[in-house]
């Protein structure tokens, strides 16, 4: 006599710095799928997950299917702008399944209780647009395309007078990054303000430097900046241009092409394999400016917008 299959149990709970062992193996064995890849060392992970814009015990779900660890979600609150970010990372197995609605479910919850009026998510390929559209009530919003440069030759394009480059960390240099950075992007899509102890904590993380932030200074006032990250990688370093914004005062002069060379010579003088970078597909100019320089296109990411609010309904109509 065969036994019929047993079906699986699903547990979504918040976590605990005592599950911290299970999510780093989650963390890297997501990571075993992507041939560039390389392990997350567990003080990076920690680094991430105490981030001081996180209530992580708060924010983050854990699911478990028949005690394993099989997928988070990560509900980012940013009540500067009355938004949640979702995060959800998964095996392919679960993000395919059934499951999958329940940890949408837990998500819209935990967003609501944030009293946020939209939920925006970058969620992975595996989940249907189907499943997010009709049953759920996303709908995308924005697409942004990933870029990669392979090292190459660097000219220095030549600064108009009164500018120049510099990296950060002079006295004050924590203000200023905040500063430029919440002006340069003031209103832009998907960008939150950054507080001062954000910035502080996010600029003495390990994967970034003091070099690998730089400064393009007209006199003595910071016109924009292009803040570096690396990342390690199956074969060596990757780096990223995580922001580069100028200042709105500043724009329209082609001063971004010497933030973006003094980013890049910085990266491979460290020796990085190659760099990325995410734009919004709609930048038209920054998207030529990154293509005069070498970079290609290697994917689409779109983006998916909620609203949770009855004042926000109408939106749904654009389905």
């Known amino acids: 006599m065969v036994n019929p299959p047993q079906s699986k149990s699903l547990v979504i709970k918040s976590f605990e710095w005592k599950d911290l062992d299970i999510l780093l193996g989650l963390e890297n064995q997501l990571r075993t799928t992507d041939l ?19 209530d992580i015990e708060r924010d983050l779900l854990l699911c478990l299917v028949d005690n394993q660890l099989k ?59 189907e499943t997010l559209t009709n049953k759920w009530g996303f709908y995308k919003e924005h697409t942004y395309l990933k870029m990669r440069w392979i090292p190459g030759d660097l000219s220095n394009p030549t600064l108009p007078t009164d500018y120049s480059i510099r990296n950060y960390g002079e006295r004050g240099d924590d203000q200023a ?23 502080h904590y996010r600029a003495n993380m390990s994967n970034t430097s003091y070099p690998g932030i730089i400064f393009l200074m007209h006199n003595h006032t910071i ?31 082609g001063l971004g092409k010497s933030l973006l060379v003094a980013g890049l010579k910085h990266l491979v003088s460290i020796g ?16 030529r400016l990154y293509k005069s320089m070498g970079f290609e296109s290697i994917d689409r990411l779109h983006w998916f917008h909620l609203p949770l609010r009855s004042s926000d309904s109408s939106s749904l109509n654009d389905l």
């Open 71 to 129: 997928a988070t979600g990560l509900i980012c609150h940013e009540p500067r702008i009355d938004r949640a970010i979702l995060d959800i990372k998964g095996t392919d197995e679960f993000l395919t399944s059934k499951f999958v609605n329940d940890l949408l479910a837990a998500s819209l919850e935990k967003a609501r209780i944030l009293e946020v009026s939209t939920l925006d998510s970058l969620p992975p390929s595996q989940i249907s647009r």
């Open 177 to 199: 990054l905040t500063d430029i950075q919440n002006s340069s992007f003031d209103g832009s899509f998907n960008f939150s303000p950054n507080s001062l102890n954000e910035i």
């Open 223 to 253: 016109a924009g900046y292009n803040w570096t990250l690396t990342m390690p990688i199956a074969n060596g370093t990757k780096g990223i241009i995580s922001m580069i914004g100028i200042h709105q005062s500043y724009r329209g002069q």
């Open 36 to 54: 560039e890849a390389a392990p997350i060392t567990k003080s990076l992970l920690m680094e991430q997950l105490r981030q001081p814009n996180l």
């Open 272 to 287: 990085t394999i190659f760099v990325e970078l995410e734009v919004d597909e709609s930048n038209e100019a920054a998207i």
